[in-house]
């Protein structure tokens, strides 16, 4: 029978709600900072802007495996109020990020001096990006601690922060005439600031006495979490870099248009499997089965899903004229598509947080993944001959890709 009262008192629909309404909200102000974008630049530099986000979420491919593996560590010590343990977790951490930033850093700017023509991006530009790398290996610290502690509202309003800053920054800067540069720095420097808003936050963390502690981010016991979360942002950043490679400059910045609306489903989608991650691995961490975590999470992102395509089926034309102008009409055709494939791309992403919440994915599992990934990249690769075949193939592939993973990545 229904309850509102014993609904209400649900920690995963409390945890979910709270969590998606403020990632949500963030979201809402990062698609603003896009449809700025898309309208002050135009398509062709609103299109390098989309691929340079795009890297800027791969170099997020650590801040995933990061914030997933400390969240599961956190859950298991918070359980037992064990901060000593916590803080030496992030004590090591911190250190070894730091390290590691540098050294891919200077990987990345040797990477770039070979790809920049390819992508036709300024060297500068990709060099100016490299920075977020250092972001990125230390701002999921503190945000895993938070999660294994379920403090979803502080994560929540740090976000929606941050990406209040970069709206304003970027728009103010791309206002002035720093065009692409200053969108970029608009997204440095919020994400830079919200880092520094999230150590109050910890404070009986960081006052705790230290207990050495130490996780190997490429461990045995981590390195399938690192993969799959590694395969999973390739994924999702796959189409954009590769019509901007196919593509002539401004197909490629309405394509870019096209997927950032198919990329709100996998946004919402998240924000549901990141309140999931932290009850279903403390359930298993207690003994207790998860299953109905997942039940609850699955009809949740469908309904997400169900929604989202509709809207983007019936009215294409018209978001496309609210939210950006009459230059991007081009793509109204595709956005259908997009939504199916970004709808089982979000259902295979919350398939794998799900087994690695309960310790169950393993390194055959990352191998069938990549596997998948990477026929999909040749299928795309070498059919292109328009943007509607691109697109259609993009959302046949996450389709079946979704469907191998259900039938093979399970025991």
Sequence with gaps: MFNLNNILRNEFFLGSLILMILINTGNVITYVLHFSMARLLGPVDYGIFAVLTNIIFIFSMPAVSIQTLISKYTTRYNLKKDFGRIRGIFSYLMKESLVISAMLYVAFLIISLYVYKQ?????????????FLFIAFTYPILI??????????????????????????????????????GAIIGFILGNFISFLMLFPLIKEILHSKKIESRLDIFS?????????MLVIVIMYSMDIILAKIFFNPEIAGKYAIASLLGKTIWFAASAVGNAMFPISSEKYETGKKSRGVMTKTYFAVIFICITAVFILATFPEFIIKILFDARYLDVANILSYIGIGFS???????????????DK???????????????QFFVLLFVHSSLESFSILFMISNIIIFIASILFIQK
């Design 144 to 181: 895993g601690i938070l999660q294994g502690m379920k403090r979803f509202n502080a994560w929540g309003w740090n976000y929606v922060i941050s990406c209040f800053i970069k709206l304003v920054i970027a728009v103010l800067l791309v206002t002035i005439g720093f065009r692409v540069y």
């Design 361 to 375: 994915l393993r390194m055959r599992h990352v191998f069938i993944l990549a596997i998948l990934m990477v026929l």
């Design 344 to 358: 089982f791309f979000s259902l295979l992403n919350i398939h794998i947080l799900h087994k690695i919440s309960v």
């Design 220 to 228: 045995r016991e981590s390195l399938p979490t690192v993969l799959s």
């Design 119 to 131: 992508l036709k991006i300024s060297f500068f530009l990709l060099a100016l990006t490299g920075i």
